[in-house]
């Protein structure tokens, strides 16, 4: 997509995949591991697995930088920095080798006391901001470096909330002012975990006593499914300003008040943008045009094209489709009009299209499509999906779907009760205020968008469509002596020079190339008694050519 010439121009300044004021406070990150047995030996594959998957991903992606810096550590006999603080983008093969370091780790040893173990984490915490202030110390990026912040995420197997209270309580006194949170991901796994088994015991102080550490402190317990690790690890990927809300949703005023009712909302990806993936690796992100569509295939011409095949392999209800993982614009499909095909062909077609979106239809089913095995590019495999929707008319909607490796976690709350009986009476006046229209026609709309196309046309640097006169050489300021020949020259200059002036103060400049002289003119131009010539004919404009 070629990110670096869309961000140069001023145009895209505002896209919200492009737009550099993104991301503008993301947070260093540091992964810490506990790779104790016997648990070990159950998440090391699923773990290993999920971060390898993710940092292919994060390193590959375009746009504004989503993780600024990534540190690793593992937690086994004892703490080890695999990783110091270092940039994603960019860093695929040295990010993958940590990953792979981490899967070394030997699965099978003896049991640690939870003690232990809670120490050597407390331990990897301090080392970790301590890492991170040296960083900040000795980096050369300037005011930027100074208003970052850390997030350290701790992944266990052993029991989330017992690791939670021991790292609270041994870092109370520490020193936590770059820490903003500190999340402890708990997998489960097979084995039970004994609480008889802690040793020594721990002594939990009351809940009136913790010390919130000025940061923010979060338990996560997931399963032991790399689906559900790399979820933990994409969430890294969104947008963690939180200094200010997005946007502000303005509805109409209640009667007994002339303000609007402003709700204020926060905005999330759902789905990482197919167009932030460099090479283009076909998953259907550009659908602007029929021509984005058909295969890539090199050193063939349009024409000759093999068309696009794609196989049905799921029928899909309709309300059990989110929208959110649509993407990219629509292609509305009709039954083929190729002049090739006969006139029975073409009429069974006909009917077998008709028949196809009768049926879709009736049934409330939507089809899930795949590129076709042969049409796969060679270059690493990648393939699109897409969704098909029927229409009450007799056309298809063709959309592109978001696959697991860009979907981002966004879960959703229920709300378990109903809304306020202030609020619920407060907003249904305010919507029972707006028109409504029982079939939408985007007609109505109106965007300004031919106004602003003329403002800037505009404004725009004009371009002449005649072809004008070379502009003279500069002269040098070495001149050779003024002669008979020379003063002529410079007499004849001196118009121009008047001309420059005058178009340099004032604004009015000619659109049409100033006529050459022509030989009567040229003649008429010599002190003589007679009549002036008659003016001759104005010569056609010479346009500029197509080269």
């Given amino acids: 997509m070629e990110n670096r010439k869309r961000q140069a121009g001023p145009s895209n300044s505002g896209s919200l995949v492009y ?171 097979e084995t039970d975990w004994d609480q008889e088994n802690l040793s020594p015991k721990v002594n939990h102080p009351e809940a009136d006593d913790y010390l919130m550490l000025g940061a923010e402190i979060d338990l996560q317990q997931v399963e032991n499914s790399v689906l559900a690790v790399e979820a933990v690890l994409k969430a890294w ?64 011409a349009n024409q000759s094209q093999v068309p696009q095949r794609l196989r049905a392999i799921k029928a899909l209800r309709a309300d059990g489709v989110c929208e959110s993982v649509l993407y990219g614009l629509p292609l509305v499909i009709r039954p083929t009009t190729c002049w090739q095909l006969d006139w029975d062909e073409m009429e069974t077609n006909h009917n077998l299209f008709h028949a196809l979106c009768h049926t879709l239809q009736s049934r409330d089913l939507f089809l899930l499509l795949q590129v076709e095995l042969a049409q796969r590019s060679t270059a690493g495999g990648v393939c699109s999906h897409y969704i098909l929707q029927p229409s009450s008319s007799l056309a298809l909607l063709l959309k592109p779907v978001v696959s697991r490796e860009l979907l981002l976690p966004c879960s959703q709350l229920v709300p378990a009760q109903e809304p306020t009986p202030d609020a619920l009476e407060l907003l249904q006046g305010c919507v029972s205020q707006l028109e409504e229209e029982l079939l939408f026609n985007p007609l109505s709309l109106s965007s300004n968008l031919y106004q602003y196309l003329k403002c800037r046309g505009l404004l725009s640097q004009p371009r002449y469509p005649y072809r004008l006169q070379p502009a003279a050489p500069h002269r040098d300021q070495s001149q050779p002596p003024e002669g008979p020949k020379n003063a002529g020259k410079r007499a004849s200059r001196q118009p121009q020079a008047q001309s420059r002036h005058l178009g340099a103060n004032s604004r009015v400049r000619a659109t049409v190339a100033p006529l050459p002289f022509s030989s009567s003119s040229t003649t008429a131009s010599t002190p003589s008694q007679g009549p002036p010539p008659a003016k001759a004919p104005r010569p056609p404009l010479k346009l500029l050519s197509s080269r």
């Avoid at 648990?39 to 746009?63: K, P, R």
């Fill in 19 to 189: 737009r550099s004021s993104l991301f503008p406070r993301q947070p260093a990150r540091v992964l810490i591991v506990e790779a104790l047995p016997p648990w070990w030996s159950q998440t090391c594959t699923v773990l290993c697995d999920a971060l390898d998957n993710f940092l292919s991903l994060a390193c590959s992606l375009d746009g504004p930088s989503r993780i600024p810096l990534l540190s690793l550590y593992a937690v086994s006999r004892q703490q080890e920095c695999l990783l110091p603080f270092v940039q994603v983008r960019g860093n695929l093969a040295r990010l993958r080798s940590c990953a792979e370091e981490l899967r070394s780790i030997p699965v099978e040893g003896c049991i640690r006391g939870a003690a232990r173990g809670g120490e050597l984490l407390r331990q990897t915490v301090l080392d970790s901001l301590q890492q991170f202030k040296q960083y900040i110390r000795h980096t050369s990026n300037g005011p930027q470096a100074s208003n970052m912040f850390l997030e350290v995420t701790v992944v266990t197997s052993q029991p989330g909330q017992h690791i939670l209270r021991l790292l609270e309580t041994g870092l109370k006194d520490a020193d936590l002012v770059s820490l903003k949170r500190l999340l402890v991901v708990q997998i489960h796994c």
């Fill in 237 to 300: 990927l969104q947008e963690q300003g939180g200094d200010r809300e997005h946007l502000q949703l303005l509805l109409p005023s209640p009667p007994d008040s002339p303000i609007p009712v402003c709700v204020k909302c926060d905005m999330q990806e759902c789905l990482i943008s197919p167009a932030l993936i460099p090479l283009n690796p076909g998953l259907g992100e550009k659908t602007e045009s029929t021509q984005d569509f058909w295969p890539n295939t090199k050193g063939t």
